[in-house]
């Protein structure tokens, strides 16, 4: 798998119908690393998925995507997920990461496209804001997720790793880290 290098910003990437071949930035080129991510029912606040980077992951539910080179392996992951997942109206998110930065980090933003067999099923695009450099920051995030109907649900639960998303990171509109994921979700009744 090949990392190009070339301009694109968030406009281009709100755009995408379908997923990336490969990745749009080299990797190393980002001032952010990510301490933890916590997914969560909003309505119960019972935690689905929680990773953490001092923590060794469990590999039933996480494990490195290994289609791509030894450089790109630690930004493809493939997720094993329950079912409840496609389900919940409302979820919540807790990032942490840490600035590296020696100046100011302005307009940090997010954009996660999801798909499934190659066709858009969901986009969401998350503002950070301004990051004061050196920083640890922790931003959560409440949002209701788009429907979908018991057909689809039940295709993707028929059809591990047809799902997958593209994370994009950017500074401003300057693209510094893209992310690929894969998912697996196991039906819990």
């Known amino acids: 798998m090949t990392t190009r290098r070339i301009s694109v910003g968030p406009k281009e990437c709100l755009q995408l119908k379908k997923p990336t071949t490969g990745f749009l930035c080299p990797i190393g080129c980002s001032p952010i690393e990510f301490e933890s991510f916590v997914v969560s029912d ?3 606040k019972r935690v689905l998925f929680e990773i953490r980077n001092d923590v060794d992951p469990d590999t039933d539910l996480l494990e490195p995507d290994y289609y791509y080179n030894d450089e790109d392996v630690c930004r493809a992951i493939k997720y094993t997920l329950n079912d409840e ?3 919940l109206p409302t979820i919540s998110t807790r990032l942490t990461f840490t600035v ?6 302005p307009n940090f933003r997010m954009i996660e496209r999801h798909y499934f ?3 858009l099923i969901k986009s969401f695009d998350f503002h950070f804001g301004f990051c004061i450099p050196g920083s640890r920051n922790s931003w959560e995030a409440i949002y209701d ?4 109907e018991e057909e689809l649900i039940n295709d993707i639960i028929a059809n591990p790793y047809e799902t997958n998303s593209d994370s994009f990171f950017f500074i401003g509109d300057e693209l510094v880290i893209h992310n690929k994921a894969k998912y697996r979700y196991i039906r819990t009744n």
């Not at 590296?100 to 980090?105: A, Q, V």
């Not at 997720?145 to 979908?148: A, I």
Request: aromatic share 6%; glycine share 10%.
């Open 42 to 44: 909003n309505n119960s």
């Open 145 to 148: 997720v788009p429907p979908m």
């Open 117 to 119: 067999k190659g066709r």
């Open 85 to 87: 997942m496609l389900r």
């Open 100 to 105: 590296g930065y020696e100046k100011p980090l």
